[in-house]
Protein backbone atom coordinates (compact mmCIF):
# COMPACT_ATOMS: atom_id res chain seq x y z
CA UNK A 1 0.00 0.00 0.00
CA UNK A 2 1.35 3.33 -0.82
CA UNK A 3 0.38 7.05 -0.07
CA UNK A 4 1.47 10.41 -1.07
CA UNK A 5 0.15 13.48 0.57
CA UNK A 6 0.73 17.12 -0.10
CA UNK A 7 -0.29 19.98 1.84
CA UNK A 8 -0.14 23.46 0.22
CA UNK A 9 -0.37 26.84 2.26
CA UNK A 10 -0.89 30.00 0.07
CA UNK A 11 -1.77 32.72 2.74
CA UNK A 12 -1.19 35.65 -0.05
CA UNK A 13 -3.35 38.57 -0.52
CA UNK A 14 -5.35 37.68 3.35
CA UNK A 15 -4.69 40.76 4.71
CA UNK A 16 -5.55 42.66 2.00
CA UNK A 17 -3.84 44.33 -1.16
CA UNK A 18 -4.52 48.18 -1.86
CA UNK A 19 -4.15 49.66 -5.38
CA UNK A 20 -2.99 52.87 -6.37
CA UNK A 21 -3.60 53.77 -9.74
CA UNK A 22 -2.14 57.40 -11.26
CA UNK A 23 -4.40 59.96 -12.92
CA UNK A 24 -1.96 60.21 -15.85
CA UNK A 25 -3.84 59.50 -19.67
CA UNK A 26 -3.25 60.20 -23.12
CA UNK A 27 -3.40 63.88 -23.21
CA UNK A 28 -3.08 64.51 -19.36
CA UNK A 29 0.57 64.53 -18.98
CA UNK A 30 0.03 66.52 -15.75
CA UNK A 31 -1.72 64.17 -14.00
CA UNK A 32 -0.10 62.05 -11.18
CA UNK A 33 1.57 58.55 -11.61
CA UNK A 34 0.53 55.72 -9.63
CA UNK A 35 3.97 55.95 -7.43
CA UNK A 36 3.06 59.91 -6.62
CA UNK A 37 -0.64 59.16 -5.74
CA UNK A 38 0.95 56.12 -3.22
CA UNK A 39 3.45 58.99 -1.73
CA UNK A 40 0.81 61.25 -1.22
CA UNK A 41 -1.90 58.93 0.61
CA UNK A 42 1.51 58.10 3.04
CA UNK A 43 2.03 62.10 3.79
CA UNK A 44 -1.15 62.83 4.13
CA UNK A 45 -1.89 60.12 6.61
CA UNK A 46 1.42 60.88 8.83
CA UNK A 47 0.09 64.39 8.43
CA UNK A 48 -3.15 63.27 10.28
CA UNK A 49 -5.11 64.16 7.13
CA UNK A 50 -8.66 62.70 6.91
CA UNK A 51 -9.76 60.40 3.91
CA UNK A 52 -11.38 63.32 2.39
CA UNK A 53 -8.85 65.68 2.70
CA UNK A 54 -6.11 63.00 1.28
CA UNK A 55 -8.41 62.60 -1.82
CA UNK A 56 -8.75 66.07 -2.32
CA UNK A 57 -5.01 66.04 -2.74
CA UNK A 58 -4.36 63.89 -5.43
CA UNK A 59 -4.37 60.63 -2.77
CA UNK A 60 -6.30 57.98 -1.86
CA UNK A 61 -6.49 54.17 -3.08
CA UNK A 62 -8.19 52.86 -6.56
CA UNK A 63 -9.17 49.72 -4.89
CA UNK A 64 -8.97 47.46 -1.89
CA UNK A 65 -9.29 43.78 -2.25
CA UNK A 66 -8.51 40.63 0.35
CA UNK A 67 -9.23 36.96 -0.05
CA UNK A 68 -10.86 35.01 2.68
CA UNK A 69 -11.47 31.31 3.45
CA UNK A 70 -8.72 28.91 4.21
CA UNK A 71 -5.88 28.87 2.54
CA UNK A 72 -4.90 25.42 3.08
CA UNK A 73 -5.23 22.93 0.90
CA UNK A 74 -4.61 19.11 1.11
CA UNK A 75 -4.58 16.08 -1.15
CA UNK A 76 -4.06 13.06 -0.39
CA UNK A 77 -4.13 9.49 -2.76
CA UNK A 78 -3.86 5.85 -1.86
CA UNK A 79 -3.39 2.87 -3.54
CA UNK A 80 -3.13 -1.00 -3.27
CA UNK A 81 -2.07 -3.38 -5.49
CA UNK A 82 -1.70 -7.05 -5.38
CA UNK A 83 0.36 -9.88 -7.14
CA UNK A 84 -0.73 -13.55 -7.48
CA UNK A 85 1.59 -16.73 -9.17
CA UNK A 86 0.26 -19.58 -10.26
CA UNK A 87 2.30 -22.66 -9.40
CA UNK A 88 1.76 -25.83 -12.09
CA UNK A 89 1.46 -26.86 -15.04
CA UNK A 90 -1.57 -27.26 -17.44
CA UNK A 91 -2.67 -29.55 -20.04
CA UNK A 92 -0.53 -32.50 -18.81
CA UNK A 93 -1.46 -36.06 -19.42
Do not use: C
Not at 14 to 31: D, Q
Not at 38 to 61: E, F
Amino acid sequence: MRHVGITNISPQNFGGTWTFAGSRTIGNATGLTSIEVYQTTLKGLQAGLSPALIRAAGGGATQFTIAAGNPETAVNQWDLAGLARMIGSYGQT
